[in-house]
């Protein structure tokens, strides 16, 4: 692999392994709101979850995005 991808690789697999945890509960909680009564805890409990995951999901994605984007711009400076 070229040197210049190695970082961007390393910071990918590290927003992924702590992402993808937080993506699982958001997925459990989202099942529970489909198969729950809106009016139980339960269903407010996972609706507080979802939004507890997705607060944590969101720097994680930007974080993904940059180590992305810096594949491309690592290839710019190639060029030049």
Known sequence: MNNIYKQPIDRL?????EY????KRAIAAI???ENTDPE?????NALAELH???T????YSEGMLEAIDQF???S????K
Do not use: G, Y
């Open 20 to 23: 993808q945890p937080q993506l």
């Open 13 to 17: 697999k590290r927003h992924m392994a």
């Open 52 to 54: 507890v995951c997705s």
């Open 56 to 59: 944590i999901l969101e720097p």
């Open 72 to 74: 491309t711009e690592d």
């Open 76 to 79: 710019v400076a190639e060029e």
């Open 40 to 44: 139980s805890d339960e269903f407010c």
């Open 31 to 33: 099942a529970i709101l």
